[in-house]
């Protein structure tokens, strides 16, 4: 069996702005050609990493290479290799389609030979055809995404970050988005992405979970969902909810309980056939009318509320909201 190879390496890597610690002694390895999502909420750490995988922010302590470059001695080796999509999508909104595909071909040094090629591939995958010589300020953020992914990957790199790059798009344009990523994930390209919505992490083949600039959990979606979710996880449709949102924590048994959409999503300690009665009969006392109650397998969003609550708050109180 062939030993897989990582395209990124992390050790302890930190990093504090003053006093503040924004990334704080993360370790994880990313191999070559899988799609690698970083989760979290805005301000969990994750921009901070990216940005020094990216050379563009030293660490404070720790280490990182990125395709076996060190991001401390070898920044610009890295520069060279990867693509890089900010949230921000770098375009220049006075130039069309066409040129900024020319400008970013230049500075990433693509053979004159190649650009033509290279350039009409990329509007073709990007679903451009037709708007080259459109001016950049007026597409849509859509295609100014697309757009953006285009001219990151116009010198073909072998490794791909994603700072939030569906950020402001709709959900069918995010779909198409991903539609892209796989298919250059098809193609044996590493993609590197930060994201806080829920449905793309489970896309990637590998999720890390980041709050407060910690890593409080790694692996696969199903890996997750299947063994970090602590308890019996119990789906409510009540009325009225806020009534039971005040009854259920502190109750004996009940870990967190947390909104979602118009339901309540329940942990319990005890199985489901012994804590599913006590909980009807319980909301029932309180005047509290239960439509339905059953055990229901956990998503991500579950999986990552419980990590997050019991990272910052004791079991007893905790109440949180959909992210």
Same mark, same amino acid.
């Given at each position: ?33 899988? @799609? ?14 990216? !940005?020094?995988?990216?050379?563009? *922010? *030293? ?11 060190? @991001? ?28 900024? *595909? ?20 990329? @509007? ?8 080259? !010589? ?11 995404? !697309? ?177």
């Amino acid at each position: 069996m062939t030993e897989k190879k990582h395209a990124v390496q992390v050790f302890d890597l930190t990093r504090k702005f003053g006093d503040f610690v924004a990334v704080d002694r993360v370790t994880f390895q990313v191999e070559e050609g899988e @799609i690698y999502g970083f989760l979290g909420p805005n301000g969990s750490g994750k921009t901070t990493t990216i !940005r020094m995988l990216c050379g563009l *922010l *030293l660490p404070t302590s720790g280490s990182a290479t990125v395709l076996g470059y060190d @991001i401390r001695t070898q920044p610009e080796e890295i520069k060279k290799r990867i693509g890089y999509m900010s949230q921000k999508f770098s375009l220049y909104e006075d130039l069309t389609v066409q040129e900024n *595909l020319e400008f970013y071909a230049g500075i990433y040094q693509v053979p004159l030979r190649m650009r033509r090629q290279r350039i009409a591939t990329l @509007i073709e995958m990007a679903n451009l055809v037709g708007r080259e !010589r459109e001016l950049v300020a007026n597409l849509s953020g859509a295609w100014k995404q !697309r757009l953006a992914l285009s001219c990151a990957i116009v010198h073909q790199p072998p490794m791909l970050f994603l700072d939030e790059p569906t950020g402001g798009v709709d959900p069918a344009s995010r779909r198409a988005f991903w539609e892209l990523i796989y298919t250059l994930a098809g193609q044996g390209v590493t993609v590197f992405v930060t994201t806080h919505y829920m449905d793309e992490a489970e896309h990637c083949n590998t999720i890390a979970m980041m709050h407060n600039g910690r890593l409080i959990a790694m692996g696969s979606p199903d890996e997750l969902k299947a063994t970090r979710m602590p308890g019996t996880l119990l789906e409510l449709d009540c009325d009225p909810l806020m009534r039971t949102l005040d009854v259920l924590p502190g109750q004996p048994g009940i870990r967190e309980v947390a909104v979602y959409g118009v339901l309540l999503h329940v942990v319990t300690d005890d199985p489901a056939q012994q804590a599913i009665p006590r909980l009807r009969t319980l909301l029932e006392s309180q005047g509290i009318t239960v439509r339905h109650l059953e055990p229901i397998l956990p998503s991500l969003e579950d999986v990552f509320v419980s990590m997050v609550e019991g990272a910052t708050v004791p079991q007893s109180t905790q109440r949180a909201q959909r992210l």
